[in-house]
């Protein structure tokens, strides 16, 4: 996905399978690391990192510190605020994908 158009679809469809997991249940970031690559998206600690806090300082998701054997650990959950950004979202993305006819 080297161009532009293709990047930034993939930014927005990566920040979409946050909130949709985020509404689902807490999760931690290396669990979104590795959720995220069995979908195929690559993605580093330092990309990933960034994108939550983006989406923490936009209102989309809040984080938890919990102690897990000995080590904290920030878990990750929709807020209201978030949880309408996600409808918006999907009926965004299924009238652009029944526009564009891949479905």
């Keep these: 996905m080297k161009n532009y158009v293709s990047k930034r679809l993939f930014q927005g469809l990566i920040c979409i399978h946050i909130l949709h997991h985020a509404n689902k249940e807490p999760f931690y970031g290396s669990w979104m690391l590795e959720e995220l690559s069995e979908h195929g998206y690559t993605l580093s600690p330092g990309t ?4 939550l806090h983006s989406l923490e300082k936009e209102g989309f998701i ?14 990750y959950t929709i807020t209201e605020m978030g949880k309408e950004q996600l409808m918006e979202s999907k009926k965004y993305v299924s009238e652009l994908v029944a526009e564009i006819g891949i479905i």
């Design 48 to 51: 990933l990192y960034p994108i």
């Design 62 to 75: 809040k984080h938890f510190d919990k102690n897990v054997n000995g080590k904290i650990r920030k878990y």
